[in-house]
């Protein structure tokens, strides 16, 4: 087993409380790293776990956990889990696991899960929908559409999520959150392979040249996955074929290093926005 033989890795780093007397990772803490890994690999999917299984009519069940230890980790050592799902049975689904530092493989995993009825506990086939998305993940297939378009074409995804994003987790007043730019602006939405919105956002004029990207927002569950740049990435897109030599946005400052890493750069002082602090962003096309 290789790091390179995973799509997926989860970066951790080991803390002082998953030490034991011996000064190493205790072992039932490796279950916990891979079980931590298989969270990020739903997200690498583009799939909400809990609106997914719900969608599903089902939920996973383990039927197996296995470990071979090779190595042991150290308090603060940089790690890596690796997660692959390697096959798909009728009900079933087996994960192989590696923890790695660096290259070194520490410990290798196996997680077989039954895909069942979440009431009567009783094994399903695995949804032929899932099978897909599953097989097309570990196969390199891209798992988000970003669709852009406008109000008429995309508003009810896009509203949804701002609704739930600003209005209701943010508790921003409904009356700031629409305004009349919706209807002139080009707007992106992100989809998963079901179809589920994930993620939005606007792009328009500001001045003569420069355009502004505004209303971004990602649903709780998959935020850390790469679809909020996806996004992103469609409206400057947007913008350069509009001929717009720059784009700005006002970032909450919470997410200020997502936008950095972007390309984006901050300009003059933080302010407040329906309560929120903000620092104004450029980034030249």
């Known amino acids: 087993m290789k790091r390179a033989d995973f799509r997926f890795l989860d970066r951790q780093r080991v803390r002082w409380a998953e030490v034991d007397l011996q000064k ?5 803490h490796y279950l916990m790293y891979m079980d931590t890994a298989v969270a990020g690999y739903w997200r690498a999917l583009a799939l909400p776990y809990h609106a997914t299984m719900e969608a599903l009519g089902g939920d996973l069940f383990v039927r197996k956990a296995a470990l071979e230890y090779h190595a042991s980790a150290e308090y603060d050592d940089a790690i890596e889990t690796g997660i692959r799902c390697d096959h798909i049975g009728n ?3 087996r994960w192989v696991s590696g923890v790695f530092r660096g290259e070194e493989l520490l ?3 196996e997680l077989v899960y039954v895909f069942a009825d979440p009431v009567a506990k009783k094994s399903l086939p695995v949804p032929p929908d899932l099978r897909r998305v599953l097989q097309g993940f570990e196969a390199g297939e891209p798992m988000v559409e970003v669709r852009v378009g406008s109000w008429d074409e995309l508003g009810r995804e896009a509203g949804a999520i701002r609704q739930q994003v600003f209005v209701q987790e943010q508790r921003i007043p409904a009356d700031m959150e629409w305004d009349a730019a919706d209807a002139i602006c080009v707007h992106a939405v992100a989809f ?5 919105p994930l993620a939005t956002g ?3 004029e500001h001045v003569p040249g420069v355009a502004k990207i505004g209303r971004m927002a990602v649903q709780r569950a998959m935020r850390g996955s790469q679809i909020g740049r996806h996004v992103l990435d469609a409206l400057m897109a947007a913008a350069r074929q509009r001929g717009e030599r720059e784009v700005l946005l006002h ?4 997410a200020a290093g997502f936008y950095r890493r972007a390309g ?3 300009r003059g002082p933080e302010f407040e926005e329906a309560g929120i602090a903000h620092i104004e962003m450029v980034c030249a096309l």
């Not at 190493?24 to 039932?28: D, H, M, S």
């Not at 998963?192 to 589920?196: I, S």
């Not at 970032?251 to 919470?254: F, P």
């Open 192 to 196: 998963n392979r079901f179809g589920l």
């Open 24 to 28: 190493i990772v205790f072992n039932g």
């Open 202 to 204: 606007r792009l328009l």
């Open 107 to 109: 410990v290798s995993g």
């Open 264 to 266: 984006f750069t901050p």
């Open 91 to 93: 009900s079933s689904m």
């Open 251 to 254: 970032a909450q400052t919470s």
